[in-house]
């Protein structure tokens, strides 16, 4: 089979944009430029915000790649094939199922682009990594591919005036988002797709882009320095007796935003995973239960999922 897909990659390099391809079917992306000049109908997806995006469009992929899914993205898989993990994609299955588009992600699978484009036209955009804007903007170019654009813009135009109904005004009000695991915290950036979505919604993230990177491990020493208004924390019911010990921390319970209850515990497998306009939907319906979007108290300290 390597042999095969190496053979692919020799015959289908160059006639990615072959001279008769009509301007308008080729498709800029993270990785240069790819001819689509059909419309797909057997559509291959690599990371969740993918799935979310061809879900906005009530399409169904043909296969996706999974290893622990948000469940709200899981009826949008019932008659796809699991094709093995986000990091790790089956080419071998990929082949197998013949697809005619597949949408890959800039952070997982750029070191496979040469492979998947022999096996079909292929984009790359920024999924697991990008921020609000890029979310909308790969749901934009699926669309067009697609050929269901005014069903996006429809989307993205109902969850921009969701977002600026539900903004907190108060300004300068600073906040940290992490992932809570027993023994660690990755912390979300502004420029990550969930820092970019609570900024949008009026907060101030205090952690900013770090060479490059929009999402880092920040130990309790560094949160204290930081010391922020709100601390919104994801997680999930296998780590619940790890936060009991963080919130019985002294360290812990001077933070600023644990003082005033302005801690939010939120589902992790719904947030860190649940990118793209379906999954900004079901973020703002728990942040807005959490008391999130209105800077209310929360005594709520469960994790959840």
């Given at each position: 089979m390597k042999i095969l897909i190496f053979v692919l990659c020799l015959g289908f390099s160059g006639v990615?944009?072959?001279?008769?391809?009509?301007?308008?079917?080729?498709?800029?992306?993270?990785?240069?430029?790819t001819c689509i000049n059909d419309v797909p109908k057997r559509i291959v997806v690599l990371e969740y915000s993918f799935l979310d995006q061809l879900g906005v469009l009530e399409i169904q992929p043909i296969a996706y790649a999974q290893d622990a899914m948000p469940a709200y993205l899981k009826p949008y898989t019932q008659s796809?094939?699991?094709?093995g993990s986000r990091k790790m994609p089956s080419l071998e299955k990929i082949i197998s199922l013949k697809p005619d588009l597949i949408i890959a992600d800039k952070r997982l699978h750029a070191n496979i682009y040469a492979q998947l484009s022999a096996i079909a036209?292929?984009?790359?955009?920024?999924?697991?990594?990008?921020?609000?804007?890029?979310?909308?903007?790969?749901?934009?170019?699926?669309?067009?591919?697609?050929?269901?654009?005014?069903?996006?813009?429809?989307?993205?135009?109902?969850?921009?005036?969701?977002?600026?109904?539900?903004?907190?005004?108060?300004?300068?009000?600073?906040?940290?988002?992490g992932v809570f695991r027993p023994g660690s915290m990755s912390a979300h950036g502004s420029?990550?797709?969930?820092?970019?979505?609570?900024?949008?919604?009026?907060?101030?993230?205090?952690?900013?882009?770090?060479?490059?990177?929009?999402?880092?491990?920040?130990?309790?020493?560094?949160?204290?320095?930081?010391?922020p208004d709100v601390l919104i924390l994801m997680c999930s019911a296998d780590a619940q007796d790890a936060l009991n010990q963080l919130l019985s921390n002294p360290l812990f319970r001077v933070l600023k935003a644990v003082k005033h209850q302005h801690l939010y515990i939120v589902p992790k497998m719904l947030w860190a995973k649940g990118r793209g306009v379906l999954g900004v939907n079901r973020i703002l319906d728990t942040a807005n239960t959490t008391g999130l979007l209105a800077y209310k108290a929360s005594i709520n300290h469960h994790c959840i999922e």
């Open positions: 990615l944009l072959a001279a008769d391809c009509p301007a308008t079917r080729v498709f800029s992306h993270e990785l240069g430029e796809s094939t699991n094709i036209p292929t984009i790359v955009r920024n999924g697991m990594r990008g921020g609000l804007n890029d979310q909308f903007a790969t749901l934009r170019q699926v669309a067009k591919i697609v050929g269901k654009v005014e069903q996006a813009e429809r989307a993205i135009n109902e969850t921009e005036e969701k977002i600026i109904q539900r903004r907190y005004l108060e300004p300068n009000k600073t906040a940290v988002i420029e990550s797709f969930l820092g970019s979505l609570i900024e949008s919604l009026g907060y101030t993230v205090a952690l900013k882009t770090r060479s490059g990177n929009r999402q880092y491990y920040l130990d309790l020493e560094g949160l204290a320095a930081i010391n």
